[in-house]
Protein backbone atom coordinates (compact mmCIF):
# COMPACT_ATOMS: atom_id res chain seq x y z
CA UNK A 1 0.00 0.00 0.00
CA UNK A 2 2.73 2.05 0.29
CA UNK A 3 3.40 2.77 -3.30
CA UNK A 4 -0.28 4.62 -4.01
CA UNK A 5 -0.14 7.57 -5.68
CA UNK A 6 -2.24 10.51 -3.81
CA UNK A 7 -5.13 9.94 -6.24
CA UNK A 8 -4.99 6.17 -5.42
CA UNK A 9 -4.88 6.34 -1.95
CA UNK A 10 -7.96 9.00 -1.82
CA UNK A 11 -10.11 6.54 -4.13
CA UNK A 12 -9.48 3.49 -1.41
CA UNK A 13 -10.06 6.26 1.42
CA UNK A 14 -13.25 7.15 -0.01
CA UNK A 15 -14.25 3.35 -0.81
CA UNK A 16 -13.19 2.31 3.07
CA UNK A 17 -14.42 5.35 4.71
CA UNK A 18 -17.90 5.25 3.15
CA UNK A 19 -18.34 1.63 4.00
CA UNK A 20 -17.80 2.54 7.63
CA UNK A 21 -19.59 5.36 7.79
CA UNK A 22 -22.89 3.47 6.43
CA UNK A 23 -22.50 0.42 8.39
CA UNK A 24 -22.02 3.14 11.99
CA UNK A 25 -24.98 5.00 10.61
CA UNK A 26 -26.78 2.10 10.17
CA UNK A 27 -26.33 0.86 13.52
CA UNK A 28 -26.93 4.47 14.94
CA UNK A 29 -30.27 4.73 13.16
CA UNK A 30 -31.49 1.44 14.90
CA UNK A 31 -30.37 3.01 18.20
CA UNK A 32 -32.11 6.25 17.10
CA UNK A 33 -35.01 3.81 16.08
CA UNK A 34 -35.44 2.24 19.87
CA UNK A 35 -35.63 6.25 21.60
CA UNK A 36 -38.08 7.50 18.78
CA UNK A 37 -35.48 10.28 17.63
CA UNK A 38 -33.78 11.45 14.18
CA UNK A 39 -30.02 11.86 13.70
CA UNK A 40 -30.67 16.01 13.70
CA UNK A 41 -32.38 15.19 17.13
CA UNK A 42 -29.51 13.00 18.36
CA UNK A 43 -26.87 15.30 17.56
CA UNK A 44 -28.48 18.20 19.51
CA UNK A 45 -29.09 15.77 22.50
CA UNK A 46 -25.42 15.29 22.36
CA UNK A 47 -23.86 19.02 22.09
CA UNK A 48 -26.85 19.65 25.04
CA UNK A 49 -25.16 16.91 26.88
CA UNK A 50 -21.69 18.46 26.07
CA UNK A 51 -22.78 21.96 26.44
CA UNK A 52 -24.96 22.42 29.31
CA UNK A 53 -27.64 24.64 28.22
CA UNK A 54 -27.45 26.42 24.50
CA UNK A 55 -29.63 29.35 23.01
CA UNK A 56 -30.94 28.41 19.64
CA UNK A 57 -28.98 30.68 17.73
CA UNK A 58 -25.87 28.97 19.35
CA UNK A 59 -27.93 25.87 17.74
CA UNK A 60 -28.27 26.57 14.27
CA UNK A 61 -25.55 27.78 13.24
CA UNK A 62 -23.94 24.50 15.00
CA UNK A 63 -26.14 22.82 12.39
CA UNK A 64 -25.72 25.07 10.34
CA UNK A 65 -29.30 25.69 9.38
CA UNK A 66 -32.00 28.50 10.25
CA UNK A 67 -33.46 29.46 13.47
CA UNK A 68 -36.40 28.92 11.93
CA UNK A 69 -35.78 25.20 10.85
CA UNK A 70 -34.10 24.76 14.47
CA UNK A 71 -37.52 25.73 16.27
CA UNK A 72 -38.92 22.83 14.96
CA UNK A 73 -36.85 20.40 15.66
CA UNK A 74 -36.08 21.71 19.11
CA UNK A 75 -40.14 21.58 19.04
CA UNK A 76 -40.54 17.82 18.78
CA UNK A 77 -37.83 17.32 21.42
CA UNK A 78 -39.89 19.94 24.03
CA UNK A 79 -43.55 17.87 22.87
CA UNK A 80 -41.52 14.43 23.64
CA UNK A 81 -39.91 15.59 26.85
CA UNK A 82 -36.13 15.19 25.69
CA UNK A 83 -35.43 19.64 26.33
CA UNK A 84 -37.30 22.15 28.07
CA UNK A 85 -37.06 25.89 26.89
CA UNK A 86 -35.54 28.16 29.66
CA UNK A 87 -36.12 31.90 28.94
CA UNK A 88 -33.24 34.33 30.12
CA UNK A 89 -34.27 36.74 32.54
CA UNK A 90 -31.65 39.48 31.33
CA UNK A 91 -33.22 39.24 27.76
CA UNK A 92 -36.59 38.16 27.11
CA UNK A 93 -35.69 37.08 23.36
CA UNK A 94 -33.06 34.82 24.11
CA UNK A 95 -34.46 30.94 24.54
CA UNK A 96 -32.25 28.54 26.24
CA UNK A 97 -32.94 24.64 25.73
CA UNK A 98 -31.62 22.62 28.03
CA UNK A 99 -32.10 18.54 28.80
CA UNK A 100 -34.56 16.63 31.14
CA UNK A 101 -33.96 13.65 32.72
CA UNK A 102 -35.37 11.80 29.91
CA UNK A 103 -33.23 13.30 27.08
CA UNK A 104 -30.31 12.40 29.54
CA UNK A 105 -31.17 9.07 29.38
CA UNK A 106 -31.44 9.10 26.02
CA UNK A 107 -28.08 10.52 25.62
CA UNK A 108 -26.48 7.68 28.14
CA UNK A 109 -28.68 5.07 25.71
CA UNK A 110 -27.27 6.25 22.71
CA UNK A 111 -23.52 6.81 23.67
CA UNK A 112 -23.49 3.27 25.27
CA UNK A 113 -24.71 1.76 22.08
CA UNK A 114 -21.92 3.93 20.53
CA UNK A 115 -19.92 2.58 22.27
CA UNK A 116 -20.30 -1.16 22.66
CA UNK A 117 -20.44 -0.88 18.41
CA UNK A 118 -16.95 0.66 18.57
CA UNK A 119 -15.59 -1.87 20.35
CA UNK A 120 -17.34 -4.40 18.04
CA UNK A 121 -15.77 -2.73 15.09
CA UNK A 122 -12.49 -2.03 16.37
CA UNK A 123 -11.64 -5.76 17.80
CA UNK A 124 -10.05 -6.97 14.91
CA UNK A 125 -7.09 -4.28 15.58
CA UNK A 126 -4.65 -5.01 18.12
CA UNK A 127 -4.17 -2.17 20.97
CA UNK A 128 -0.81 -0.70 19.35
CA UNK A 129 -2.92 -0.80 16.03
CA UNK A 130 -6.12 0.66 17.61
CA UNK A 131 -3.36 3.38 19.43
CA UNK A 132 -2.34 3.98 16.15
CA UNK A 133 -5.51 4.89 14.33
CA UNK A 134 -6.38 6.77 17.13
CA UNK A 135 -2.97 8.97 16.83
CA UNK A 136 -3.94 9.39 13.08
CA UNK A 137 -7.09 10.12 13.36
CA UNK A 138 -6.65 12.53 15.71
CA UNK A 139 -4.02 14.51 13.92
CA UNK A 140 -6.11 14.12 11.17
CA UNK A 141 -9.36 16.06 13.08
CA UNK A 142 -6.47 19.11 14.12
CA UNK A 143 -5.50 19.51 10.47
CA UNK A 144 -9.06 20.09 9.69
CA UNK A 145 -9.44 22.48 12.71
CA UNK A 146 -6.67 24.02 11.02
Do not use: W
Request: proline residues 1%; positive net charge; aromatic residues 4%.
Amino acid sequence: MGSLTLTDFADKIGDIMSAFSREFLRNQTIEYYKVKLTLPQCVILDMLAKNGELNMSDLSKSMGVTTAAMTGIVERLVRDGHVVRISDPADRRVIKIRLTAKGNKSVKMIHSHRRQMVIKLFSVLSLIERDEYLRLLSKIRDGIKG
